[in-house]
């Protein structure tokens, strides 16, 4: 028959281990938060002239697990966020028929929800749900990674059609201008580790 000391001992052990399994697990990862300036730009064209629009304030939150030198070795999640509207070029009209063009009367916000990703050297092939104007759509885009101060900065691009989220082109001067279907989102951004 055990002894209470005996019991407390088996106790004690029992929490050690569970403590270590606990810590085994969560080995490595890291969440991650933007960190400085951020930029996310839609570049496009017309039958005018090529236009930019820029936003600095979108919000990042990124899971990731890392080497002992810093470097990712998998992404587990990414959730991004941008106010439509914080999109700006550098024509007052232009921005008004893109916000009618993305409803963001109604759908306020640009969102990527991660599913899976692919580190392959310093590219991560990221796919999951962009949702734009209401509309979900599965795409695949590649970022590149640089480890500075061990934060990470990420630069990547990729091309979509408009009007496979149903969004509408823009038009300007009573459809005299006509802006095309494909446009180009391009994000630059910085993660440093999430304060506990």
């Known amino acids: 028959m055990k002894t209470r000391t ?11 281990w569970a403590l270590l399994l606990l810590a085994i697990s969560s080995y490595g990862q890291t969440n991650y938060k933007q960190t400085g300036a951020t930029t996310i730009t839609i570049a496009g064209t017309s039958t005018m002239h090529d236009w930019t629009m820029t936003s600095p304030s979108a919000n990042y939150n990124a899971s990731f697990e890392v080497n002992a030198d810093g470097t990712p070795s998998a992404l587990n999640s990414v959730t991004f966020t941008m106010l439509a509207e914080s999109l700006k070029s550098k024509e007052n009209a232009m921005d008004k028929n893109a916000y009618k063009s993305l409803k963001t009367d109604k759908y306020k916000d640009i969102t990527f929800q991660l599913s899976s990703a692919k580190i392959s050297g310093k590219t991560i092939t990221c796919t999951g749900n962009l949702t734009i104007a209401g509309t979900t759509k599965p795409i695949e885009m590649d970022v590149v990674y640089e480890l500075k101060n061990g934060n990470l900065a990420f630069k990547g691009s990729k091309k ?37």
């Open 160 to 196: 979509i059609k408009m009007t496979d989220f149903k969004v509408e082109p823009p038009t300007f001067m009573f459809g005299a201008i006509k802006t095309g279907d494909e446009i180009t989102i391009s994000l630059d951004v910085t993660l440093a580790p999430a304060k506990l």
């Open 6 to 16: 005996q019991k407390n001992h088996v106790k004690t052990w029992i929490k050690v």
